[in-house]
T-cell receptor, first 115, second 117 residues
């Protein structure tokens, strides 16, 4: 099992460019998440999805968009890259969480720099 | 909103010794879950241990154990017989049982653990 796979691992963008961060999981998890990790900080939730066709905002959604057309894939879109979006992005997935202690399983992260 | 505080930005331990990492959290909820994640230099987030708030018994996973004090809102991680491979950033995380917060892990800022040979 590959678990949660993120691509690319590194990327440099110019201000105003757009890109999509890819995330795929092969564990048949219902839930998927996108987090960002700024230097010296813990992770903060950007968006999450509880199933195909269903997404919702997390703590820091501004400047991002997501879609969930399949159970396996949860891409994150940056439309107009800004320096404040320089960060490490983590995708995660889990089984249904409510009333369980199910952990979230993380990908290896994408380091994104906006110059 | 819940907050998670890790008051030790950095810690060090001699190989084979024991170290305790601190975590406190602020919540008005009675049902929730707590986690410790390890992030080595490879950047991968690895689950170390988890605890349900309704369980009084402290969780253990091999050399890792927690001291969960619900009334004090404290959730410390003890690493016994420290190994070089334990060197990493350690994050404490909180998740609500109900509502929108049940989908979100709230992380502390982390503690960087160094293991001295």
């Amino acid at each position: 099992n590959a678990g949660v796979t993120q691509t690319p691992k590194f990327r440099i963008l110019k201000i105003g460019q757009s890109m999509t961060l890819q995330c795929a999981q092969d564990m048949n998890h219902n839930y998927m998440y996108w987090y960002r990790q700024d230097p010296g900080m813990g992770l903060k939730l950007i968006y999450y999805s509880v199933g195909a066709g269903i997404t919702d905002k997390g703590e820091v959604p501004n400047g991002y968009n997501v879609s969930r057309s399949t159970t396996e894939d949860f891409p994150l879109r940056l439309e107009l890259a800004a320096p404040s979006q320089t960060s490490v992005y983590f995708c995660a997935s889990s089984y249904r969480l409510k009333n369980t202690n199910q952990p979230q399983h993380f990908g290896d992260g994408t380091r994104l720099s906006i110059l | 909103a819940q907050t998670v505080t890790q008051s030790q930005p950095e810690m060090s331990v001699q190989e084979a010794e024991t170290v305790t990492l601190s975590c406190t959290y602020d919540t008005s909820e009675s049902d929730y879950y707590l986690f410790w994640y390890k992030q080595p230099p490879s950047r991968q987030m690895i689950l170390v241990i988890r605890q349900e708030a309704y369980k009084q018994q402290n969780a253990t996973e091999n050399r890792f154990s927690v001291n969960f004090q619900k009334a004090a809102k404290s959730f410390s991680l003890k690493i016994s017989d420290s190994q070089l491979g334990d060197a990493a950033m350690y994050f404490c995380a909180y998740r609500s049982e109900k509502g929108a917060g049940s989908y979100q892990l709230t992380f502390g800022k982390g503690t960087k653990l160094s293991v001295i040979p």
